[in-house]
């Protein structure tokens, strides 16, 4: 009896001490921050918190978005601010995207110094002639909520910590009668001369001091109101305005505003404050965000860091980085596959970012301060690239979360003037950057997997309108054509293939609605992607108004071709909404079979994306472009074809090749998480190739086991026995305990809790 009941009991204690391991497992020291610093990554290493209104991190260099009154392409490295091969820093600053191909913010810069105060921040060849210090990574840490470095110009350690709303900062200086700390409203990311539109600083009392900053920029119309408060009493302090050429200075020269001043207002402001320190004194300060004022910046920091106990809030955002990584918890023999996936679980929960105040206001697209009545509102939606895996793993692991994301787009499109739903979105502001309406696909993926914790109707009318804006982007003959002439636009070509995958989410929207009239138009407007295809070369390429196609086309090059970001080779796979269709449109499955293959194995000459900065030879395979979203799905197209197992071949190569632990670890932008996401989903062995439909495209698992722990108390399971680097096909697959005859799992199969187990093998026959 005892021998015949052993295997299950000690299967049931395997299973429970895995379980209660993985609960009690700190899974934060496999976040690493520096991932994605260096090169293509656009990431950035400082402290934050999950999705958090702060992110407090270092500035490595002042390049300037202006250059001769042109574009200076030297800015782009610096979408984060930060560079892993700078040897200075400039300073610290409170607002920062996180992997992103275009860049705005880097807020309220602070920098501590000792001696002759410096107000300019000098030079990478010469530091010396500023403020700005030399820093080494030998002394530098990143940490889930935690950063630290010495700065070796003046011998002083720099720590930073965050909660949602307050960036706090601990300097431990050496003995001097000349300690300053430099407050710099002039600096910013992709900063110019006349970005500033307007500052304001008040000194409350020698401790306390708040303002704001109005600005023109990425976000056109953006004013960040801050609180900033010191745990030692300043002796003195200063102002300077660097603002030139105004005509009208009205009568504040009858006072000295530079020294012991209570307020300076203007456009180029910086602030120093002195003090004395001991050897190896500490000096922390607090700086509160708010999107609406300086009294909500001064609640904020009252409600979210009231006293001074830096570990205490330091250790408290690492813990809600504990609950947010066990959302998902792996099991790997490789430590650099668990750094892998829980710094890309990192990076994916750092956007969107809350932008509301602890009492709920928020400014809202209208330029009007609004109350967040039952959700928290949230900006940063990089659509174009996050509809396609980041939302879509939320609706997995953060559902509610997700739901109000998908609230928070039904607010932008209720505000804004344009009566559209977000396309790129930030600080109240909409910047219409990228291409598509792909607010469109995150609301119908959201109702379609049952996370509708909001009104569908109102999503539904909001997407219709969005579609139906014709002056927006050559929607009007979109509509009218079926396709948008190359005469009228750069991108004719991926607008179009965009548009007809967004009208396709629109359709399954509807359908599920029971409005059938929105369904058969839109259906029908999403086989509009056949009309740029052309049969005589292979290829979506430019139609001209006239019906026929450009005779001047390469498909290699990503330059003046009709594509956004991209080439008519990989677009040309671009109809997730529709592969069968596709495949049939290119002549079959042999003929696509043979295209995919050259894809991933030719060679694409540095001359076809030189011109370029959104693509380098960081984020390519042959001529498959990881490092940009629009390929995304391409390597599961294989599973429409009689060669699945080129799928998971193709994934567990990418896998390899576009991550690592490393500085230099992502291939490409990270784009507030998408690539990240792309990374867990294909890790775990099943992909979202539509949203907008509930399956998941299978793959190849690259872990041994993972357990994804749900909001509503269950556990999805996924299992890869036999799994190795060498071990990387799929020989049967049971979905709670019964053999999946499909290459597709349901979002209900992973919601209702189970076990999914891959089988591998080293060969595919």
């Known amino acids: 009896m005892i021998n015949k009941f052993l295997p299950i009991t000690l299967l049931f204690y395997g299973a429970t001490a895995f379980a209660q391991s993985a609960k009690n497992d700190k899974l934060t020291p496999y976040v690493k921050p520096i991932i994605g610093t260096q090169r293509m990554g656009h990431t950035y290493p400082g402290a934050t918190v999950p999705f958090g209104m702060v992110q407090l991190s270092p500035e490595t260099d002042t390049i300037t978005y202006d250059q001769n009154g042109k574009y200076n392409p030297d800015v782009y490295k610096y979408c984060a601010g930060y560079q892993y091969d700078d040897k200075t820093i400039v300073g610290f600053s409170h607002t920062h995207f996180s992997g992103t191909g275009h860049s705005d913010l880097g807020d309220i810069l602070i920098m501590p110094t000792v001696g002759k105060l410096q107000l300019n921040p000098g030079t990478a060849s010469n530091p010396a002639g500023g403020y700005r210090s030399t820093f080494s990574h030998q002394n530098e840490i990143a940490e889930a909520n935690y950063y630290k470095v010495k700065l070796d110009k003046n011998n002083i350690t720099a720590e930073l910590t965050t909660t949602t709303r307050v960036g706090m900062h601990q300097y431990t200086f050496p003995k001097s009668n000349q300690a300053h700390i430099i407050l710099d409203m002039v600096a910013g990311i992709y900063n110019y001369p006349e970005k500033n539109v307007w500052t304001y600083l008040r000194v409350l009392n020698d401790s306390t001091v708040i303002?704001?900053?109005?600005?023109?920029?990425?976000?056109?119309?953006?004013?960040?109101?801050?609180?900033?408060?010191?745990?030692?009493?300043?002796?003195?302090?200063?102002?300077?305005?660097?603002?030139?050429?105004?005509?009208?200075?009205?009568?504040?020269?009858?006072?000295?505003?530079?020294?012991?001043?209570?307020?300076?207002?203007?456009?180029?402001?910086?602030?120093?404050?002195?003090?004395?320190?001991?050897?190896?004194?500490?000096?922390?300060?607090?700086?509160?965000?708010?999107?609406?004022?300086?009294?909500?910046?001064?609640?904020?920091?009252?409600?979210?860091?009231?006293?001074?106990?830096?570990?205490?809030?330091?250790?408290?955002?690492?813990?809600?980085?504990?609950?947010?990584?066990?959302?998902?918890?792996?099991q790997s023999k490789s430590r650099a596959e668990k750094e892998n996936f829980y710094t890309g679980m990192y990076h994916a929960m750092i956007n969107p970012t809350i932008y509301m105040d602890v009492n709920g206001d928020y400014k809202g697209l209208d330029q009007n301060v609004h109350h967040a009545e039952g959700f928290t509102n949230y900006t940063t939606f990089s659509l174009w690239d996050t509809y396609r895996a980041l939302h879509p793993l939320f609706n997995i692991i953060e559902t509610k979360r997700n739901a109000d994301m998908v609230k928070s787009m039904l607010k932008h499109y209720e505000q804004s003037p344009e009566h559209m739903l977000p396309v790129w979105s930030n600080s109240g502001n909409e910047n219409w950057c990228m291409s598509g309406y792909h607010a469109v696909a995150v609301l119908a993926d959201a109702a379609i997997k049952g996370n509708g914790d909001f009104d569908k109707n109102e999503a539904l009318e909001a997407c219709v309108a969005t579609a139906r804006h014709r002056d927006y982007e050559g929607i009007g003959e979109y509509i009218d054509r079926g396709y948008i002439p190359d005469e009228r636009s750069a991108v004719s070509v991926s607008s179009t293939l965009e548009y007809a995958y967004d009208d396709w989410a629109i359709a399954q929207l509807a359908k599920k609605l029971g409005r059938d009239d929105i369904y058969q138009e839109f259906i029908k407007r999403s086989q509009n992607y056949k009309n740029v295809y052309d049969p005589k070369v292979g290829f979506m390429r430019p139609k001209l108004a006239d019906g026929t196609f450009r005779k001047n086309f390469d498909p290699l090059t990503t330059i003046n071709q009709g594509f956004i970001e991209g080439n008519a080779w990989n677009y040309t796979l671009f109809a997730p909404q529709d592969p069968k269709g596709l495949i049939e449109l290119m002549g079959g499955n042999k003929r696509v079979v043979r295209y995919l293959d050259s894809l991933f194995t030719m060679h694409l000459p540095d001359e076809f994306f030189a011109e370029t900065e959104d693509i380098t030879r960081d984020g390519i395979i042959g001529n498959?472009?990881?490092?940009?979203?629009?390929?995304?799905?391409?390597?599961?197209?294989?599973?429409?074809?009689?060669?699945?197992?080129?799928?998971?071949?193709?994934?567990?190569?990418?896998?390899?090749?576009?991550?690592?632990?490393?500085?230099?670890?992502?291939?490409?932008?990270?784009?507030?998480?998408?690539?990240?996401?792309?990374?867990?989903?294909?890790?775990?062995?099943?992909?979202?190739?539509?949203?907008?439909?509930?399956?998941?495209?299978?793959?190849?698992?690259?872990?041994?086991?993972?357990?994804?722990?749900?909001?509503?108390?269950?556990?999805?399971?996924?299992?890869?026995?036999?799994?190795?680097?060498?071990?990387?096909?799929?020989?049967?697959?049971t979905l709670n305990g019964k053999t999946l005859n499909v290459l597709t799992i349901k979002h209900s199969d992973i919601m209702n809790g189970g076990e999914l187990v891959f089988y591998m093998r080293s060969s595919h026959k």
Do not use: C
């Open 624 to 733: 498959y472009v990881h490092g940009n979203e629009p390929s995304h799905h391409v390597a599961y197209l294989y599973n429409w074809t009689d060669k699945p197992w080129k799928t998971q071949e193709r994934i567990r190569m990418i896998l390899k090749k576009m991550y690592g632990p490393t500085p230099d670890g992502l291939g490409g932008n990270d784009d507030t998480g998408q690539m990240s996401a792309w990374y867990i989903f294909s890790t775990l062995g099943f992909y979202p190739v539509a949203p907008g439909s509930d399956d998941y495209s299978i793959g190849s698992p690259a872990i041994d086991k993972a357990v994804i722990n749900l909001e509503n108390g269950k556990t999805f399971s996924i299992i890869a026995k036999n799994q190795s680097d060498k071990n990387i096909y799929v020989q049967k697959i």
């Open 211 to 330: 303002g704001y900053r109005q600005t023109n920029g990425w976000a056109r119309t953006r004013s960040l109101y801050f609180a900033l408060s010191f745990s030692k009493p300043f002796i003195a302090h200063g102002f300077k305005n660097f603002t030139s050429g105004s005509v009208y200075r009205g009568f504040w020269g009858k006072f000295n505003q530079t020294k012991n001043f209570p307020e300076t207002a203007g456009k180029q402001i910086k602030a120093w404050f002195d003090f004395n320190t001991a050897e190896g004194e500490k000096i922390d300060l607090k700086v509160a965000l708010s999107p609406v004022s300086m009294e909500n910046a001064l609640a904020n920091m009252k409600a979210e860091a009231p006293g001074w106990d830096f570990n205490k809030i330091r250790e408290a955002g690492q813990q809600q980085w504990e609950e947010q990584l066990h959302r998902i918890v792996i």
